[in-house]
């Protein structure tokens, strides 16, 4: 199995030179959501970490807990190489615009910015209760999921993360793989959170050119996780997002 998770730096590398991320995410009613989607982007191999609220409790939240990440008031005047929109988050409106990124990552309530978001490359993360708000039934059985997956990556043009048993990910190129590692260990609240800041980190770091190794590098993140879920449950029942979150230092590792 592909165990080379994080990209290698090269010895000249710089913070800014494998990536930069923003983040959007949590709320009043969710701040965990953003500790957890920022926690997993600091994992991904970026080297420079934003986090972006109005919110000053969830500002003050995530840079005591990471005072490496950058925190701001507004996306006024931030550039970077991925966004991740979404968890925790109140639904932002289709009119909601980010400064133009590669890569964008939309998770939760933001999936509905794939209609006209600014971006390269778009990622969406849906389970298929979300799937069916974006409009999309979802198929029954493995073939069932593949096939709505594909067809929600060609109806978006963006690489589809449908979630749950056996993962899928397709891109509108028509490449379709399935997670085979994630098991009962991620039913937990808060780990779409982790993934989708993981996911963003790992594509600013890697920087594919096009949707099908973008689908790579997005496998690689859900590798990544449902490994650091399963070492996580190898040594604690039951197991938290934030025990999860904790593994990701050493799954990477492997």
Same mark, same amino acid.
């Given at each position: 199995?592909?165990?080379?998770?994080?990209?290698?730096?090269?010895?000249?590398?710089?913070?800014?030179?494998?990536? /930069? +991320?923003?983040?959007?995410?949590? #709320?009043?009613?969710? #701040?965990?959501?953003?500790?957890?989607?920022?926690?997993?982007? @600091? =994992?991904?191999?970026? &080297?420079?970490?934003?986090?972006?609220?109005?919110?000053?409790?969830?500002?003050?939240?995530?840079?005591?807990?990471?005072?490496?990440?950058?925190?701001?008031?507004?996306?006024?005047?931030?550039?970077? $190489?991925?966004?991740?929109?979404?968890?925790?988050?109140?639904? !932002?409106?289709? =009119?909601?615009?980010?400064?133009? #990124?590669?890569?964008?990552?939309? $998770?939760?309530?933001?999936?509905? !910015?794939?209609?006209?978001? =600014?971006?390269?490359?778009? +990622?969406?993360?849906?389970?298929? &209760?979300?799937?069916?708000?974006?409009?999309?039934?979802?198929?029954?059985?493995?073939? &069932? @999921?593949?096939?709505?997956?594909?067809?929600?990556?060609?109806?978006?043009?963006?690489?589809?993360? !449908?979630?749950?048993?056996?993962?899928?990910?397709?891109?509108?190129?028509?490449?379709?793989?399935?997670?085979?590692?994630?098991?009962?260990?991620?039913? /937990?609240?808060?780990?779409?959170?982790?993934?989708?800041?993981?996911?963003?980190?790992?594509?600013?770091?890697?920087?594919?050119?096009? *949707?099908? $190794?973008?689908?790579?590098?997005? *496998? %690689?993140?859900?590798?990544?996780?449902?490994?650091?879920?399963?070492?996580?449950?190898?040594?604690?029942?039951?197991?938290?997002?934030? $025990?999860?979150? %904790?593994?990701?230092?050493? /799954?990477?590792?492997?």
């Amino acid at each position: 199995m592909e165990k080379n998770f994080i990209k290698k730096l090269s010895k000249n590398s710089h913070k800014y030179s494998h990536g /930069t +991320v923003a983040v959007i995410a949590g #709320s009043p009613e969710y #701040s965990g959501a953003a500790l957890l989607c920022v926690g997993g982007a @600091r =994992r991904g191999g970026s &080297g420079y970490i934003n986090y972006i609220s109005p919110d000053q409790f969830n500002r003050n939240l995530v840079v005591g807990a990471y005072p490496d990440v950058v925190v701001h008031k507004s996306i006024k005047g931030i550039t970077v $190489d991925a966004w991740v929109i979404g968890p925790g988050s109140p639904k !932002l409106g289709r =009119r909601f615009a980010i400064p133009f #990124s590669k890569f964008a990552v939309l $998770d939760s309530a933001a999936m509905d !910015l794939a209609y006209g978001i =600014r971006a390269d490359f778009v +990622v969406i993360t849906p389970h298929e &209760g979300e799937a069916k708000e974006l409009g999309f039934e979802i198929g029954i059985g493995e073939e &069932g @999921r593949q096939k709505s997956a594909l067809a929600m990556a060609s109806a978006l043009n963006c690489v589809v993360v !449908l979630k749950g048993y056996h993962t899928v990910v397709a891109s509108p190129e028509g490449l379709v793989v399935q997670d085979e590692l994630g098991g009962a260990e991620l039913a /937990t609240a808060g780990t779409g959170d982790i993934l989708a800041g993981l996911i963003g980190s790992m594509l600013a770091s890697w920087n594919p050119s096009n *949707f099908n $190794d973008v689908v790579v590098v997005v *496998f %690689k993140a859900i590798s990544a996780h449902a490994l650091a879920a399963q070492a996580a449950a190898n040594d604690l029942r039951p197991i938290t997002s934030s $025990d999860i979150l %904790k593994y990701l230092p050493i /799954t990477l590792k492997q």
